[in-house]
Every structure is written in structure tokens, then in C-alpha cells.
């Protein structure tokens, strides 16, 4: 599999829903399970939009197939004096990822808010960057697709939004279509 780790810059919560679900379901019908970072409104809504096309949340979740955490929780969790420490994220990241019931031949495709809230709280691109570094790491060591959520406005100059791509290999458009991130 080529590394896909995703980015989704969106104005409305209802359409990130959206598209995360879109994201996340493709994988259910193929067998991939699937992690869930996000704020409590935002997996609400991505469970919301996932039952609305006949997915069973309880079922996925009781299976193992769907585990869903909170992002505030969880970015707390992974830093060491407001900086991500790669141990405790990899032991957080590591010990969500193996609560789910996988095969080695499917991927696990995981919704991340965590960044977002490192933007939004903690002095924007320092933290942000670090925790985009150790996604990019996890997503190749435990065979996952990364899709991570933002807000247009959260990085609306040209050098932090440009900075949080560089991390990426696609961004997704309003369709959800991902496009490969270019590379200069």
C-alpha cells in the first residue's frame, strides 16, 4: 500500500462529517477497520452520517471494527509540557490501533482532530508540525491511511497552510476526491 495521510480543510462541521464518514466507510466495505479522533460533536456527526447510509455503529464498535476517541483526551494524553512526546504517542496511537480487530492485509484507516487542536491551542505551527511528523511515521510502521480534519480558517495565511501540506500527500477537495499534495 502507498502511504495516504490526507488533509481536509472545511468550513462546516456537517460536511467534514460527511466526508470522514465517506472515508471511513469505503474501508468498512473492504474490511478495513477504523480509528476515530475527534471532538465530540465531530463523532457524533461522523456516526450520524455513517448510520444514515446503514452502517451499525454498535456493531462496528462491539466488533471491533470501529474504535472512537476523544480528541482533547487524547492529544492530552500524548504530550510531555505542551510539546508530543513520540513515546507516549506511539503507546496511546499503538494501544488504540490494537484494540481493533484487523487482518495484516487491510490497512486501518484512522480520522484525526488531534492537529487541529494542537494549531488551535498550542502555539500553532511548533506542535502542529511535530504531531504531523509522528502521524507520518505511525501511518508507514502500522500500515494505516491517515485523514485529518482542519478548518479553512485555522491556517488561513499561505505559510500555515502550505506548512500543514507539506506533511500530507493528498488534500481532499469538497467531493472528497483526494488530490496528491504537490511536491516542488
Known amino acids: ?34 480509528l476515530v ?31 472512537l476517541l476523544d480528541a482533547r483526551t487524547t492529544l492530552d494524553a500524548c504530550m510531555v509540557n505542551d510539546t508530543p512526546d ?16 484487523r487482518r495484516p492485509e487491510h490497512p486501518v484507516r484512522v480520522y484525526d482532530e488531534m492537529v487541529r487542536i494542537a494549531w488551535n491551542e498550542h502555539q500553532r505551527q511548533p506542535t502542529a508540525m511535530r504531531l504531523e511528523g509522528l502521524w507520518d511515521d505511525l501511518t508507514i510502521a502500522c500500515n494505516c491511511s491517515l485523514l485529518c480534519g482542519h478548518t479553512a480558517g485555522q491556517c488561513c495565511e499561505a505559510a500555515g497552510r502550505r506548512s500543514l501540506c507539506e506533511h ?17
Open 37 to 67: 479522533i475527534a471532538i465530540p460533536a465531530h463523532r457524533s456527526g461522523i456516526a450520524d452520517a455513517l448510520r444514515a447510509v446503514n452502517f451499525g455503529i454498535d456493531l462496528l464498535e462491539h466488533s471491533g471494527q470501529l474504535v
Open 168 to 184: 500530507h500527500t493528498h488534500v481532499l477537495a469538497d467531493n472528497g476526491i483526494p488530490h496528491p499534495v504537490g511536491r516542488a
Open 86 to 101: 513520540p513515546v507516549r504517542f506511539h503507546s496511546v496511537i499503538g494501544a488504540a490501533l490494537r484494540r481493533l480487530a
Open 1 to 34: 500500500m502507498s502511504r495516504f495521510h490526507a488533509v481536509r480543510f472545511d468550513e462546516s462541521s456537517e460536511s467534514i462529517c460527511r466526508i470522514a464518514a465517506a472515508f471511513l466507510g469505503a474501508g468498512f466495505v473492504t474490511g478495513e477497520p477504523a
